[in-house]
């Protein structure tokens, strides 16, 4: 099983399955590979993921909220729905500045 953290062959919703935590970030890591990582991130409203950079690519699916993005000097508002995509090797964050917020975070190597 290479996704053991979630129930398989079952229709649930991805924002169910983290909670946001008041005044903190959370994370559950659902595979994590030399070449691949999937996690679940919930973010309370002020929190954020500081400005960083990784060797693969990076894509963020906001499930739930909205988040501040920014990538390089750009900053993006990407909501519920909406997905970015955060290429290796330039600098990005994260911040939940009007609201909470939930994300499916995808890195491939």
Known sequence: MNIN???QAKVLKLADEITVEQH???????VQ?????MTL?????????KK????????????????????GDEVHTVRE???IIM??????????????FKMLL???K
């Open 5 to 7: 953290k979630l129930p």
């Open 52 to 71: 960083h950079s990784s060797s693969g690519d990076a894509m963020v699916n906001v499930i739930e909220g909205t988040a501040e993005i920014t990538i």
């Open 81 to 83: 729905g909406e997905t």
């Open 33 to 37: 590979r030399p070449d691949l990582g």
């Open 106 to 108: 995808i890195v491939v």
């Open 87 to 100: 290429p290796a090797n330039i600098p990005h964050g994260l911040k939940a500045v009007e609201e909470a």
């Open 41 to 49: 991130f919930a973010l309370d409203q002020g929190e954020e993921i």
């Open 24 to 30: 903190q970030s959370s994370s559950k890591t659902l």
